[in-house]
């Protein structure tokens, strides 16, 4: 029978040794990067945090940063009453992503995630394909499609959130009780979307993500070195 997941039990072993302070300042997606401020990230967080209620045009705004495909775009709406949600949700996290996707067509669990990492950085951060497989203690199914790679939105995927979230929680935690101050760049201080050294769940996923970018790098290039050469 396999155990339980103890999020705080593979926060200790996963961050070890990690330096989080250098993987967050190597973070890059879509132009944004530390060095410009994550200028498109920091304006959609502006735009969004702790907006009770998101607009079809909030929404395409999220989905355009993910790089959403075309055709699931065009199905995107509006409005949610994200705020309401949450409320009712009561700290579930597997019950708010539940239902926030349930409301936006065209979301799955990935992109239902990053609207809700906008919406409250200090609680979320994003779970997509590339997350996914770096933690398979997650237990998440990642599909192959025509467009890429997915997480099905399935109960089990939303519980699998709900833990995410708890160990990003956990990781903050961790980081902010050892005094190791996250290099926010200084235009999200002056715009006051953090306190300054403390880390976010957002932040902590952001750092998660470039490992997980640079894990795969190398895996690619130690294939690409094993592939036999042509023959001429």
């Not at 994003?126 to 237990?139: E, F, H, I, M, Q």
């Not at 519980?159 to 190791?180: F, G, Q």
């Not at 926010?184 to 902590?204: F, I, M, N, Q």
């Amino acid at each position: 029978m396999r155990a339980a997941f103890d999020p705080n039990r593979h926060v200790l072993s996963v961050t070890k040794g990690w330096a989080f302070e250098q993987l967050y300042t190597c973070y890059r997606w879509q132009g944004d990067s530390h060095e410009n401020g994550f200028r498109n990230m920091t304006r959609l967080e502006q735009r969004l945090r702790l907006r009770s209620r998101m607009t079809g045009k909030d929404i395409l705004a999220v989905a355009a940063w993910g790089r959403l495909p075309g055709r699931r775009a065009r199905l995107v709406s509006g409005p949610v009453d994200i705020g309401a949600l949450d409320a009712k949700a009561a700290g579930n996290a597997a019950s708010l992503i539940r239902d926030v996707k349930q409301k936006i067509r065209g979301f799955g669990l990935a992109f239902t995630s990053k609207l809700l990492r906008f919406y409250d950085p200090v609680r979320f951060g994003v779970l997509d394909s590339v997350l996914a497989r770096s933690w398979p203690a997650l237990g998440l199914q990642v599909c192959s499609g025509a467009r890429g790679s997915y997480v099905p939105a399935t109960m089990e995927a939303f519980k699998s959130y709900a833990t995410w979230v708890t160990t990003l929680a956990c990781i903050a935690s961790r980081l902010n009780a050892a005094h190791r101050t996250c290099p926010h760049p200084p235009v999200l201080l002056a715009k006051r979307l953090r306190e300054k050294g403390r880390w976010t769940c957002a932040d902590v996923e952001m750092a998660l993500f470039a490992k997980a970018k640079r894990i795969r790098r190398c895996r690619l290039s130690r294939q690409a070195g094993h592939q036999p050469r042509p023959r001429s």
